[in-house]
C-alpha cells in the first residue's frame, strides 16, 4: 500500500502543478500479486543547469528533435522536450535548473539509446570525437555492444547495439571498434563460452516469453479465485 506522509498533504486537485508540494510517499512492502499490465518506459527527465547547451548537444550530437519548449508556469523552470519518433512526443524532457546537483558515475546512472548495428555505435564515436567529447568508453557487456559517454553536464549516456547472445549480467569485457563486425563477434562468442547463462538471445528469449505467459497466466487464475471468493453464497 502506498499513502502520504501524516501531515503531508497536496492542494492541487487538478492541472495547476505549480501547486504541487514536494511530498513523499511512504510505501509498505507488503506480498502483493503481480499486477496484470506490464509497464512500457516512455522517457525521462533531466534537469539543466544550462539548457541551451544541453538541447544543443541532444540535437546537434545525438539526433534529437525539439518538439516543444516552454514554461509551465512562471517561475517553474523552462522545459525542453525532444525526440527522434513519432510514436513519442517526447523521449527525454530536458528542464532548467541552475541549482541541479552534479551528475553521478555514468555507468550507474545514465541514459540507454539502442541502435541497429555497429557501425551505428561507430559512428556515435565518430561524432563524439568531432564533438570534442573526451572519455568515452566502448565496452562489451555480452549481450550487447555499448559506448558509454556524458553530456555537457556530465550526466551518463549509453549507446548500444544488441548482441546475438545471453550472458548472465552484469558482464562487462573491453571492445575494440576498429575491427570487423564479424571479428567482433567472434571474439565476444569466445568470451562468452563456459559462462553462466550463456546461450543465443533468441533461446533466453523464448524462455523469458514462457516465464511471463506462465506469469500472466497465474495472476488471472488468482484473480478469478479471489472474485470467486467474494460472491455471496446462496441461502
Keep these: ?9 497536496s492542494s492541487s486537485h487538478g492541472s ?40 544543443a548537444f541532444y540535437t546537434d550530437v545525438l539526433g534529437f528533435y525539439v518538439t516543444n ?20 512526443h517526447h523521449q527525454i524532457v530536458l528542464v532548467a535548473n541552475p541549482e541541479a546537483p552534479a551528475a553521478g558515475f555514468m555507468f550507474a546512472d545514465h541514459l540507454a539509446f539502442r541502435v541497429d548495428s555497429l557501425n551505428d555505435v561507430r559512428e ?9 567529447v ?14 558509454y559517454f556524458t553530456d555537457p553536464e556530465g550526466n551518463g549516456v549509453e549507446c548500444f547495439v544488441d548482441s546475438p547472445f545471453h550472458v548472465a549480467q552484469p558482464y562487462g569485457d573491453r571492445l575494440d571498434l576498429s575491427a570487423t563486425d564479424a ?8 568470451a562468452l563460452e563456459g559462462k553462466p547463462e550463456y546461450q543465443s538471445f533468441a533461446a533466453w528469449r523464448e524462455t523469458m516469453a514462457a516465464r511471463l505467459a506462465a506469469d500472466r497466466k497465474s495472476t488471472r487464475l488468482n484473480s478469478s479465485h479471489v472474485a470467486l471468493s467474494r460472491m455471496p453464497s446462496s441461502a
Excluded: Y
Aim: contains cysteine.
Design 1 to 9: 500500500m502506498a499513502g502520504r506522509t501524516p501531515g503531508c498533504s
Design 16 to 55: 495547476d502543478l505549480s501547486s504541487l508540494t514536494a511530498c513523499p510517499i511512504l510505501v509498505t512492502l507488503a506480498p502483493m500479486r503481480r499486477p496484470s499490465f506490464r509497464l512500457r518506459l516512455s522517457h525521462v527527465t533531466i534537469a539543466a543547469k544550462d539548457l541551451d547547451r544541453m538541447v
Design 69 to 88: 519548449r516552454g514554461e509551465p508556469f512562471p517561475g517553474m523552470g523552462e522545459m525542453a522536450f525532444i525526440s527522434q519518433t513519432p510514436d513519442e
Design 124 to 132: 556515435m564515436v565518430d561524432r563524439l570525437v568531432e564533438a570534442g
Design 134 to 147: 573526451e572519455g568515452f568508453a566502448p565496452v562489451s557487456h555480452g549481450n550487447a555492444w555499448s559506448v
Design 183 to 190: 571479428e567482433i563477434e567472434a571474439t565476444t562468442r569466445a
